[in-house]
């Protein structure tokens, strides 16, 4: 049985930082990602690597400010969110696939990330 259990979110001010984290089991996955829905707001992609941690990609609005990590042996995806703003208020869910490709089979219950100004 495949789960994904993010952890860390929480409230924070702007300009400071926060880590999380996303459990995975159940499946050995190449594509760990993060994604982020605000309020009212579709769910927009912030991150990807892949197994080798060799290729990872950010989206515009987070390049520079966040760096998503991976530890295979735990099996775990990390997001290190840095210089935060109030619009990176949302909800960030971990999502895993285990091949190539763009879409993401298994999400995680996600975790409340508040930004306050």
């Known amino acids: 049985q495949v789960q994904l259990v993010e952890s860390g979110g929480g409230l924070v001010q702007a300009g400071g930082s926060l880590r999380l984290s996303c459990a995975a089991s159940g499946r050995t996955f190449y594509r760990l990602g993060w994604f982020r829905q605000a309020p009212g707001k579709e769910r927009e992609f912030v991150a990807r690597?892949?197994?080798?941690?060799?290729?990872?990609i950010y989206a515009i609005s987070v390049k520079g400010r966040f760096t998503i990590a991976r530890d295979n042996t735990a099996n775990t995806v990390y997001l290190q969110m840095g210089s935060l703003k109030p619009e990176d208020t949302a909800i960030y869910y971990c999502a895993a696939a285990e091949v190539p490709g763009t879409n993401y089979p298994y999400w995680g219950q996600g975790t409340q990330v508040t930004v306050s100004s």
């Open positions: 690597i892949y197994r080798s941690s060799e290729s990872a």
